[in-house]
């Protein structure tokens, strides 16, 4: 089973941008897409993006243009660029991979 580390998450305003970044252990990296997921206070947990380990990306409408999903194989590594960010985007963040999830990032975009 994958044991997945999130990190870079934080306060940031209006039209600013973060990255976050999901290390995956354990489990072979290279089978299933990794995926963001966020969930907002009141609200079920939802798709952000996925990538798969040839690159095929997808996303959620809400993010498409703005949020960029990007994976570094040789370092097992995950990341999701948001840049544009909206109120609405404020959310915890999980990375998830063949059912096993991170703990999760706080991502809070306020002025």
């Known amino acids: 089973q994958a044991h997945l580390v999130e990190s870079g998450g934080g306060l940031v305003q209006p039209g600013g941008s973060l990255r976050l970044s999901c290390a995956h252990f354990g489990a072979m990296f290279n089978i299933y897409p990794m995926s963001w997921y966020r969930q907002a206070p009141g609200k079920q947990r939802e798709l952000v993006a996925s990538i798969t380990y040839g690159g095929n990306t997808n996303y959620a409408d809400s993010v498409k243009g703005r949020f960029t999903i990007s994976r570094d194989n040789a370092k097992n590594t995950v990341y999701l660029q948001m840049n544009s960010l909206k109120s609405e985007d404020t959310a915890i963040y999980y990375c998830?991979?063949?059912?096993?999830w991170g703990q999760g990032t706080q991502v809070t975009v306020s002025s």
């Open positions: 998830s991979y063949d059912g096993s």
